[in-house]
């Protein structure tokens, strides 16, 4: 079976530019996580979905990040315009969301490694 | 305050041998899940093994097990024989409610690294 996919699995830019990485969650997974990784900072959680509607967007950094989930299958998380200090490594993770059972893995996809020059 | 705590940025062990990675987690929902996940030089996040607050016995998976002290809210990821393949970071996850849809709080991981 097809894990996350995450596309592209690089990017390189020049701040100022628009940067869209790309989301397909495991099929039949209901909730949705974006998170970004750094050396300062670790794994930090941006925003996650839960049957498409996004349920916690406070880690979202500020207005220049936005993420959507326009269907089951496909998530963006988008920055415009990019700044130097974006630059990082980006994981989206899905899992199957069910009441009352917490033992629901997250996986992850590939990450994309994202250079704002 | 740190939901989750790891102590150790650092740690070696021998081949073959056994290592603790220790964790601790800070809180007051009474059901919460545990997770550990590796993330080798190569990036990519792997689910290992899960703890759940109202489960008896601790954890296994292979060679990897969970030493869970609940009282002293401690959860350390305990792999036997260790193997070069095992060096790679280490993190340890909380999920708090009963719902599996809710997020996971990450620690700051530690760094394992093998000798031959």
């Known amino acids: 079976d097809a894990g996350v996919i995450q596309s592209p699995r690089h990017e390189v830019t020049e701040m100022g530019q628009e940067v869209t990485l790309r989301c397909k969650p495991i099929?039949?997974?209901?909730?949705l996580f974006w998170y970004r990784q750094t050396m300062m900072r670790g794994l930090e959680l941006l925003i996650y979905?839960?049957?498409?509607?996004?349920?916690?967007d406070s880690g979202m950094p500020e207005d220049r990040f936005s993420a959507k989930m326009p269907n089951a299958s496909f998530s963006t998380l988008k920055i415009q315009p990019s700044e130097p200090r974006d630059s990082a490594v980006y994981f989206c993770?899905?899992?199957?969301?069910?009441?009352?059972?917490?033992?629901?893995?997250?996986?992850f996809g590939d990450g994309t490694r994202l250079s704002i020059l | 305050a740190q939901k989750i705590t790891q102590t150790q940025p650092g740690m070696f062990v021998q081949e073959k041998e056994a290592v603790t990675l220790d964790c601790t987690y800070d809180t007051s929902d009474p059901s919460y899940g545990l997770f550990w996940y590796k993330q080798p030089s190569s990036g990519e996040m792997i689910f290992l093994i899960y703890q759940g607050s109202y489960d008896q016995q601790n954890a296994t998976e292979g060679r990897y097990s969970l030493n869970f002290q609940k009282a002293r809210k401690s959860a350390n990821l305990v792999i036997s024989a260790s193997q070069l393949g095992d060096s790679a970071m280490y993190f340890c996850?909380?999920?708090?409610?009963?719902?599996?849809?809710?997020?996971?709080?990450f620690g700051s991981g530690t760094r394992l690294l093998v000798r031959p």
């Open positions: 993770a899905s899992s199957l969301g069910r009441d009352g059972r917490t033992n629901q893995p997250q996986h």
């Open positions: 996850a909380m999920r708090e409610g009963a719902d599996s849809s809710y997020k996971l709080i």
């Open positions: 099929s039949g997974h209901n909730s």
């Open positions: 979905f839960n049957n498409n509607v996004p349920i916690d």
